[in-house]
């Protein structure tokens, strides 16, 4: 993703795009070769545990993507399955962040419809969460301090009582990963 969001001399002077002079698609080729390779392995193992009659201790996307063809008669294609896999791990992120910053964006020009927000979230969510008034987990906890979690030797990922003003399991904050960075 970094390689494909650097500036492109070629991008601004196209007469020299056939040159590739930083060789930014030299590297994208290269990239793109290992990331097939990977998946060609791994759709090949999948297909082979399927053919022994085996089936994987774990029912991941790819043991749900190829269940179907198989059961129904129907084979995917695997540039089409690549092609897939390729969508759901690089470009959904992405436009997730995107959305969400333009959604939040938009609320941030929009006062009034900032309010029906925040009324609904309190209206639906409510506004007491105990935890984050508790005095024995936060010193002065009424008050706001914008560092407050910046400094925690805990792992976000588990089961902390401190973190739960951010939400867990799959409802957790997705912009937590990138505070702590």
Not at 9 to 30: A, E, T
Not at 102 to 122: D, F, I, R
């Amino acid at each position: 993703m970094l390689e494909a969001g650097k500036p492109n001399l070629s991008d601004y002077i196209p007469i020299i795009s056939f040159m590739d002079v930083q060789g930014i698609k030299r590297r994208m080729r290269n990239y793109t070769r290992i990331m097939d390779d990977t998946f060609d392995k791994i759709i090949d193992h999948k297909l082979e545990l399927a053919k022994e009659g085996k089936s994987s201790s774990s029912n991941d996307l790819l043991d749900i993507i190829l269940g179907p063809s198989h059961d129904n008669g129907l084979e995917l294609q695997r540039h089409d399955i690549k092609a897939l896999l390729k969508d759901l791990l690089m470009a959904a992120p992405d436009t997730i962040s995107a959305t969400v910053e333009l959604a939040l964006a938009e609320l941030l020009h929009n006062p009034s419809k900032m309010t029906k927000a925040q009324q609904e979230l309190s209206n639906i969510i409510g506004k007491d969460r105990p935890i984050e008034e508790d005095p024995t987990i936060w010193a002065d906890p009424t008050s706001f301090q914008s560092g407050r979690f910046l400094d925690l030797k805990i792992d976000y990922k588990g089961h902390h009582v401190e973190l739960i003003p951010f939400g867990s399991g799959c409802r957790i904050c997705p912009g937590l990963p990138l505070a702590h960075k």
